[in-house]
Every structure is written in C-alpha cells, then in structure tokens.
C-alpha cells in the first residue's frame, strides 16, 4: 500500500516537473481555452436559466447571452426579456462570485452566512434550469448535462486564472 502510494506520488511530481517546464505561451493558450469553455458554459448557463423562467425550451448552444448585455445597456434588450435577462445573469454573476472565491467581511455573522445561504440557492435554482433544459435527454442525460454545465461554469474560469498566472510566472523567472 505505502509502495504504490509512493510510486503515485512520485509520477505526479514528474508530471508536474514536465508541465512546469513548459514554455509560457502553452499555458496562455490553455488559459485561452479554458476560457473560451468557460464562456460558452456560461452562455449556456444563462440561456437555460431564461429558457426555463419563460417556459420554453432552448434551441442553440451560442454566445448569445453575451449580447444581451449590450442590449440591455443600451436599452435595446425587449421588455418581456428582462425579469429572465436578470434571472439568469444574476445567479452567473453570484456563481462567479461564488468560484472566485470573493471574501464576505465575516462580521456581522448574518450578513456573511445570508450571503453564501443566499448563492447557494441561486446556485440550486439554476441547476433546476439546466436540469428542465435538458429533460428530452432523460434522467442520466439531465443529471450530467446540470453536473458538466456547473463544472464548466464553477471551475474553467478558475483554470484559466490559474494557467494565465503560471504563464506570468514563467516569464517573469525567464526576464532577464
């Protein structure tokens, strides 16, 4: 048991010795990526929430959420739109709220625990979006389209952060 626990441990520390001598623009392209499937989920992730909200089902996969920020910046944004528009951008904005990892002063305790009671259920009730979005998919489709379509959202933005700071990282060690 400890033999094969060491041996793990020791091919995960070559692996990562391997990926950190990479060279910086590997992992601004990562970064890149996981980016571009971070806003894709959450395009997703807003036109479900809308879908859902307006009882209907949705059509395409696209980045069309995005463009009803500037529609409803500029006042183009159609009025039966809005209560969806800031249904589904309210919990994207408190699911990255969430991800980040944005700090809440922990006093007053109310406060801080109404606050993450508050992205818990705004993160709940837009699982349920997903979830009706895909229901022509079945149930094991249903459970992993809400399980993948959180993951994309809740964590690639974290990865791309992640990868973007390596890559700053490198260069800065390879700065003269």
Known sequence: MTRTYRR??????????????MPPLVF???GLACLAVWA???????LTSEA????????????TAFGQL?????GGLAPDMWVPFIFGWGVQFALIVAS???ELPPHPKWRY??????????ITVNSCGDFASSASYGLYGQVGFTIVIFFVTFCMLLFAIMAFKHAAAL???SAP
């Open 100 to 102: 980040v990892g944005v």
């Open 28 to 30: 601004v392209l990562v």
């Open 8 to 21: 793990v441990q020791h091919q995960g520390r070559q692996m990562f010795l391997h990926l950190a001598g």
């Open 40 to 46: 894709l989920g959450t395009s997703v992730q807003v």
């Open 113 to 122: 625990w109404l606050a993450w009671v508050s992205v818990g259920g705004l």
């Open 171 to 173: 260069m800065r060690q």
């Open 70 to 74: 500037g529609q409803a910046l500029s």
């Open 52 to 63: 859902w909200i307006l009882h209907s089902s949705m059509q395409r996969i696209d980045f």
